[in-house]
């Protein structure tokens, strides 16, 4: 890396460090974790080469306070990915485009790779179960119907809690594609608890997004739907793409999460364990890198 690049760097970590202020969240760490931290990460390299990505290549920080990695290999284990799909009554697009982009993962996913599918308005409504089947998936779409008002922070909950969570601690390759614009009317859910419980589980949200409805109105203490699918992509690690691009999207997450994702460990040093941390990682040039935004607490 260049000089000049890493003063900014330095300079960046300094000014996170002295101001970084994170929310408390309620859930404990795991007893006898003898990985310490672990971090899903996305890692490729953009200059072309094959040559393997090593732990000296990356640098970790925690609120700024460099980490020690103990551990950085690929994960070739099977995807377990969630399709939300948004088909409350105002969301700008038609049902059969929906099926579309849905279906578009079924063709996409590679061996042992499974989807599950969650339609959400007032309440989420399971469309199909774990499955790697197209016409599983094409017929099951058939219970379609558009109405009410999107809950999305229930359902991404619900998807977290009672599909991918019973999965764990033995499945770590987990994802959420939101299909739809970010916008939630209703949740009983918090987003930012939504947010915490996705990032303490490393479960990375991906969408497919369309464009706001409200056209970016504003909404008292309420993100705006960008807003939403931003914080909930780039908080994970995940990418947001557009709708009308589904085709492409489905195959590139797929491709991501089969070949570009990595397991990272280590053991943080000097950080608090009372707030969530400020996650930063970075590597060296010809590297390209993504991870989850914050570290949620270890305790209570």
Not at 155 to 160: C, M
Request: aromatic share 10%; net charge neutral; with cysteine.
């Amino acid at each position: 890396m260049k000089t000049s690049f890493k003063l900014f760097i330095f300079l960046y970590l300094l000014t996170l460090a002295a101001n970084i202020v994170c929310a408390q969240s309620r859930h404990n760490a795991r007893a006898g974790d003898t990985e310490g931290t672990v971090l899903t990460v996305t890692a490729t390299r953009s200059d072309g080469k094959t040559d393997p990505i090593r732990p000296e290549n990356l640098f970790l920080y925690e609120n700024g306070v460099e980490q020690r990695i103990r551990n950085f290999s690929l994960d070739p284990s099977p995807s377990r990915i969630v399709l939300l799909v948004d088909n409350s009554q105002t969301l700008p697009t038609d049902l059969e485009r929906l099926k579309a982009a849905a279906l578009e993962f079924a063709y996409e996913i590679f061996d042992g790779d499974q989807l599950f599918v969650i339609a959400y308005d007032e309440k989420p409504e399971i469309i199909q179960e774990w499955t790697d089947s197209a016409d599983k998936m094409s017929q099951s779409f058939t219970t379609f119907r558009k109405k009410g008002n999107p809950h999305l922070f229930d359902a991404i909950n619900s998807a977290l809690k009672e599909i991918l969570i019973p999965l764990m601690p033995g499945t770590r390759k987990t994802a959420i594609v939101v299909i739809g614009d970010g916008l939630d009317r209703g949740s009983v859910s918090s987003f930012d608890q939504v947010l915490a419980d996705l990032q303490f589980y490393n479960v990375t949200v991906y969408s497919l997004q369309l464009p706001d409805r409200t056209g970016g109105a504003y909404r008292r203490n309420m993100p705006k739907p960008g807003s939403v699918i931003s914080q909930l992509t780039e908080g994970t690690g995940g990418l947001a793409f557009p709708f009308e691009n589904s085709q492409e999207a489905a195959k590139a997450i797929c491709d991501e999460l089969r070949s570009n994702r990595y397991l990272l460990s280590y053991l943080p040093l000097n950080t608090s364990t009372y707030n969530a941390k400020r996650v930063f990682l970075m590597a060296d040039e010809g590297i390209s890198i993504r991870t989850k935004a914050f570290q949620p607490p270890n305790i209570k």
